[in-house]
């Protein structure tokens, strides 16, 4: 009896630890290699584009770019504006048309053995910061802004805002080396990313944070948020505040990068889809202007 | 108000009946243990009318004055023929004989598909759950339930069921009238019932009667064994991961009796020398590590009968799963030369409780009542904690820390339903119930103490309470020769935070018989549930958390129509086939990126609000009679979900989305001492979310591009298609003091490697990046020991 427990238990124990794993293999029309657009653009500055392939998620090494791509602007309607000349390590640049703000502009880039892509996009106008005014809390190094400025009440827009703090400290040969910290909190109710409520208060904590209109009333914004400094800095510190309009493609790609970020690796965490306006692609074509804004503290 | 409303509804009904008639009635029994024979049959063949005992084994029926020749039957009792004359009302309880030593399985005392308006609805036969081959020989009726057409499988070995598109939360699951939150055991490998002290399954997929409320998606109603008024038996098993113990008999003979049941795991028993080994080897090193798990539960039921006109139930079950490891290491600090002591522990338990008290009452051959009270509660709690301190000193820590997540859902309920019968084929139904939850969505309680710092704090969500009551109102019966109806409405509302909700559910199911053997049915029924389970995982890991309905989170609306044919064959053969649409409104769903840590804090933020659709066909061919029995099931299904934010917004296949779904369960019986049981099934592929590309993003933050991992579609990739195959042969023993079985089963014969989960990643001994499938439970052989007297 002794004997046939034993072998019973053991039988049991090897099966269930036994667990099996075995390749998949992918097929080829899910994992075929496609054109992949990177590009931010703004109302009257060059429009720069970089174009790299995708490879299967198997792959090990450095993503290829793409040197050799057909890549040329249109306007909204598809109509080209312009070729774009390779500069290097697949950057592309357009160098005859500026692009206007409000207007719609679209890429077409083709590569013999890759289907070719598409994608359009607008560039909002550039935002007029009505002020930025500063408190400081030096007991806990900390600086908070009110950033304000006017929304156009009547679309919808779609906003970034971003805060650092550098400090500067001389390194061995008395060259001054600034330190940055990008990383800043906010209570407002209306940004969609900072992740968990971290103090039970509303608090939220990121290094840019996203926002529409939609739940704001009223043409006038006001922005708070708080950034930490190190206090031991010798050298004057200055912050930077970024205010940026975006286009809603770029806007959602944004958004569901920083979601993407924070949650890679937790498999306690629900998959996340970057999103993409590349027809047949991967990437983003996007438009959005960037107020910037430099405050030196003595 | 409800005295009022009972008159009322007796003058209406009753007045259809008002000619020279008198109403038998009383209660069928086992004739060895007393217990109620639910679903027994009463048929005057002179006058083709009959009727069927309801779950308490009562029985009504109203046939014009005179001598009638009425049958009683029960699958597997010997029918009995009684020659009875009725001038007045009668009562009459009727005990039947089991079966002879007869080759074949008579089954005329099971109520005929084709004469009823139930549809959607399947009734396990114990005998079967008990005699086809199971996972590490564990008897499991969700299992064997998870065979029928209609109802899917989640992952490998999981016992979670899925019924027409639903999810595991939309099933109402009834343990003797008390709904149970969490049914699994082990993970979700076993469910929480144990075979041998449960009576009766009956599982409702749609076309659901108005006494069922609360859930969208399907109703499975358990019933324990009540216990023997006769003498005493006794069933127990030993297997490999668990034994088990089951005792019933009288207190009281034919007045009270008992059954109680009890069943407990030794994994943990079974690791301890494997862990001892392991710790010898590191006893060198000061560590010392013990762990295990183990899962019990235990069901227990009385049966009082006070008089022919009252009985009354208690029933009972406590189960608990719990998972442990604990570790200590010791070393010798040079600097001081004294030894300290580091204790870790972390741990996972969860249980039910639920308790039920239940007061049959007959008002007379024609009305019978049943009120219950009950209580149930499902917690759940995982933690992990340090102790560090010098071994001298040990009641002085140096470092102590100890975190525990809790939550649970308790609710106390209490109804009252009325079965009258006034015809044949005339059965009204109607009640109220009324459920206080309290929901304890999650809290963390933090103890930090030594080094100077001491915190000892909870947090997290605070505790919900909510009312839902329940009004219902069915009426079956026969509008013609042909046509049955069973029409009703349940009303339901659910008062959480100061809102209230209401639900007006129309139910109607239509019997049309073609003729004696086959019949055409159709059912529609609205459905709400006020509860959301929020979940992120698919293996039935309970750190799920049960969630109300709030003021903006509303309720779960199901809608389902479903058409029907069913047709009694030649030789004991029966093929039936539903086709079905399902709708469901208000689902939720983790937001992208959102997570189970930091849910219970406003966990209304972190979900979206979507809606699903299903439909399919299914078709069910069964063999019921002989030495061979079994069925074929087969279902075609499309299951869909859809929420504004997630997916971009478009439609995509629910994560058991099963396209094709196949069963095949055969039982053999080649004489008394030998029977086999051979399951196979085939599933497609579960779809889930996979990254199959990747590309360089734009860049983050000036520290230049990162690679995105591409999804295509959430839940756009389809696992390989699942198939396997169980075969069980049991060797039936009789001996002086009852019975003995042998039972030996291979799980997964033929060595099928079926996805548990995809990964990518690395072969073992490989340095090859790879898709990986990992599979679970390959060929895998059991055998158990079990009896009764």
Known sequence: MKNIQFIGISLALLSVLWACEKEIVLKQEEVEPRIVVNSIFSANDTIWVQLSESRNVLFEGELPVITDAALQLTDGNGSVLGEFIHESDGNYYMPTVLPAAGNRYGIIASKAGLKSVSAFSAAPNLISVTSIDTVSFADVSEMEFTIKFSDDVTETNYYSISIASYNGYPNELGEVVYYENNYFTTKEFYVVNGGDDIGGDGTKYDSEFYFTDELLVGADISFKGRIYYFSDSEEPRFFVVKVASLSEDLYKYKVTYANYLNTQGSPFAEPVRVYSNVENGFGIFGGGSISRDTLFVE | ?789
Not at chain 2, 61 to 69: F, K, M
Not at chain 2, 163 to 169: A, F, S, T
Not at chain 2, 522 to 535: D, G, P, V, W
Not at chain 2, 542 to 568: F, K, M
């Open chain 2, 1 to 789: 108000m409800m005295k009022n409303f009972l008159l009322l509804v007796l003058i209406c009904t009753g007045l259809i009946g008002w000619s020279q008639k008198s109403t038998l009635s009383g209660y069928m029994k086992d004739s060895q243990t007393g217990e109620a024979l639910i679903g027994a049959r009463v048929y005057i063949d002179s006058l083709k009318i009959g009727a069927v005992a309801n779950i308490y084994g009562f029985y009504s029926l109203t046939v014009p004055n005179g001598t009638h020749t009425i049958l009683f039957s029960y699958v597997g009792k010997e029918p009995l023929k009684k020659l009875v004359r009725l001038d007045e009302n009668l009562t009459l309880d009727i005990v039947l004989d089991p079966l002879g030593e007869l080759d074949e399985i008579v089954i005329t005392g099971e109520k005929k598909e084709q004469e009823t308006t139930e549809m959607s609805t399947v009734n396990l036969s114990m005998d079967k759950v008990k005699s086809l081959p199971v996972l590490l020989g564990e008897r499991d009726i969700i299992k064997t339930a998870q065979l029928l057409p209609g109802i899917q499988s989640g992952s490998e070995g999981s016992s979670g069921i899925y019924v027409r598109g639903g999810g595991p939360d939309q099933n109402l699951i009834l343990l003797d009238g008390v709904p149970i939150y969490n049914a699994n055991h082990l993970f979700g490998f076993f469910s929480v019932f144990n075979a041998d002290a449960i009576n009766q399954v009956k599982l409702v997929k749609g076309g659901f009667p108005a006494e069922y409320g609360g859930r969208i998606s399907s109703v499975i109603d358990i019933r324990m064994n009540e216990g023997d008024m006769k003498k005493i038996h006794g069933e127990g098993s030993i297997g490999i991961i668990s034994s088990k113990l089951m005792l019933n008999g009288p207190i009281i003979k034919d007045k009270t009796s008992f059954m109680i049941s009890a069943r407990r795991t030794y994994i943990d028993v079974l690791a301890r020398p494997f862990i001892a080994l392991a710790n010898q080897n590191n006893s060198t090193q000061g560590d010392e590590v013990t762990g295990g798990y183990f899962f019990y539960d235990v069901n227990a039921k009385l049966n009082h009968v006070i008089n022919t006109n009252n009985r009354i139930y208690f029933s009972a079950y406590l189960g608990d799963d719990k998972f442990y490891v604990d570790s200590k290491y010791t070393y010798l600090n040079s600097s001081d030369n004294l030894r300290y002591v580091e204790e870790s522990n972390a741990g996972l338990k969860w249980g039910n409780k639920i308790m039920a008290l239940r007061w049959n009452h007959k008002y007379g051959p024609k009305l019978f009542s049943n009120t219950t009270l009950n209580y149930s509660d499902y917690r759940f709690a995982t933690g992990f904690g340090l102790n560090a301190y010098a071994e001298s000193t040990p009641n002085l820590p140096i470092d102590n820390f100890s975190f525990e997540y809790l939550s649970g859902i308790t609710d106390w309920g209490g109804n009252m339903n009325f079965y009258y019968y006034p015809a044949p084929k005339h059965e009204i139904q109607f009640g109220v119930g009324e459920i206080y939850h309290t929901f304890k969505p999650g809290v963390n309680q933090l103890s930090v103490s030594g080094g100077g710092a001491t915190i000892d704090t909870s947090f997290g969500s605070v505790r919900t309470y909510a009312h839902e009551f329940y009004g219902y109102f069915q009426d079956d019966f026969e509008v013609s020769k042909r046509l049955m109806v069973n029409a009703g409405v349940h009303l339901s509302n659910f008062y959480v935070r100061e809102k209230l909700y209401n639900s007006l559910q129309p139910r109607l199911a239509i019997n049309f018989k073609l003729d004696e053997k086959s019949s055409l049915k159709a059912s529609y029924a609205k459905t709400t549930q006020f509860l959301h389970l929020l979940t992120n995982t698919s293996i039935g890991l309970p750190t799920d958390l049960w969630l109300p309905v709030t003021d903006s989170i509303p309720p779960q609306q199901g809608n389902q129509v479903a058409i029907g044919y069913t047709r009694e064959l030649k030789k004991g053969y029966r093929i039936g086939s539903e086709a079905y649409y399902k709708t469901m409104a208000n689902l939720i769903e983790y937001k992208e990126g959102a997570s189970f840590f930091g849910s219970n804090q406003n966990w209304e933020s972190l979900v979206e609000v979507g809606r699903g659709y299903s439909y399919g066909l299914e078709v069910l061919l069964e063999k019921r009679t002989g030495k061979t029995t079994g069925w074929i099931g087969y279902t075609l299904s499309w299951t869909n979900r859809q929420f504004a934010n997630i997916n971009d917004g478009e439609e995509f296949p629910y994560r058991y989305d099963r396209r094709h779904d196949i069963s095949f369960v055969l039982t053999h019986k080649f004489n008394e001492k030998f029977d086999i049981g051979i399951v196979w099934v085939y599933g497609t592929g579960n779809a889930i979310t996979l990254a199959l590309q990747k590309y360089n993003s734009l860049g983050d933050g000036g520290f230049g591009p990162s690679e995105v991992n591409h999804i295509d579609q959430r839940n756009g990739y389809r696992m390989p298609s699942y198939h396997r195959l169980d075969v069980g042969l049991n060797y039936h023993k009789k001996t002086k003091w009852g019975e003995s079985t042998w039972s030996f089963g291979v799980y997964n014969a033929y060595n099928r490697q079926n996805p548990f989960f995809l990964d990518i990643g690395y072969l073992q001994n490989s340095d090859k990046k790879v898709l990986k499938q990992v599979s679970l439970f390959p060929f895998l052989p059991s055998v158990s020991y079990s009896f009764k007297f």
